[in-house]
């Protein structure tokens, strides 16, 4: 599983700047989404380095995914609720609610750092 190079974490440390956010640790990843069929997986389209943060403006911890072949910055962010469940389906996949009712999300990691 491919690292993160230091040009990728540079671009993770600019995206989400440091005065208004503690990062916790980033991995290349995929987003898939089950919707409206919750028994089937469709590619969301969005890949990058997803981030385990605390964004200390909102006091929440949150996933964010980070564009890390372009310039767009944040592409996807999921809030990390109360109650909020991680399933490990796979040691490369990992399924959660999503924001939209009866939607799973999910991250297909495709390398750690």
Known sequence: MP???????????NSI????NKIFCAALSRIFYAHPD??????A???GA????KDKTRNSMVLKL???DGTRGVIWE????????LYQDRSFFHSFAGD???????LLNQGTD
């Open 3 to 13: 690292a993160l190079t230091p040009e990728e974490k540079l671009k993770i440390k």
């Open 17 to 20: 700047p440091e005065s208004s």
């Open 38 to 43: 919750p028994s089937r997986w469709s590619y």
């Open 45 to 47: 389209g969005l890949e």
């Open 50 to 53: 997803v981030v385990l943060a």
């Open 66 to 68: 980070v564009d890390i």
């Open 78 to 85: 999921h809030e990390l609720y109360s109650d909020f469940k």
């Open 100 to 106: 939209v009712s009866g939607c799973l999300d999910v």
